[in-house]
């Protein structure tokens, strides 16, 4: 069974950081797509950055870029999200996700694998 398991979110004030993980079980990463979704308050489920885990793609949303890294630790099959210079939008629940493919996007109906999501409340 696949599990995705989000930790990391918390209160944070503008201009602070937090890092997000996401462990996997009963799941490899390989070579596979994996992505950082968001929901703020009223708002759709999006894409904010995607990773290929075979090596030469990442995506960030314009609203996240230049502020939020993605990372891989491979020996403990877990997906990083770290996120600096936070502001109040950036308030949502935040989902990692990932799928078995070798093109990535970011569309939330690409990916059959989720994690439950972990809350991040920036205030100013």
């Known amino acids: 069974q696949v599990q995705l398991v989000e930790s990391g979110g918390g209160s944070v004030q503008a201009g602070g950081s937090l890092r997000l993980s996401c462990a996997a079980s009963?799941?490899?990463?390989?070579?596979?797509?994996l992505a950082w979704f968001r929901q703020g308050p009223g708002k759709e489920r999006e894409g904010i950055v995607v990773?290929?885990?075979?090596?030469?793609?990442?995506w960030y949303d314009w609203r996240v870029e230049g502020r939020f890294t993605i990372s891989q630790d491979k020996a403990k099959n877990t997906l990083y999200l770290q996120m600096d210079s936070l502001k109040p939008e950036d308030t949502a629940m935040y989902y990692c996700?990932?799928?078995?493919?070798?093109?990535?996007?970011?569309?939330?109906?690409?990916?059959?694998?989720w994690g439950q999501g972990t809350q991040v409340t920036v205030s100013s």
């Open positions: 996700a990932a799928e078995n493919k070798d093109v990535c996007s970011a569309r939330e109906s690409d990916y059959p694998y």
């Open positions: 009963g799941y490899n990463f390989g070579r596979t797509c």
């Open positions: 990773f290929y885990t075979g090596g030469g793609y990442t």
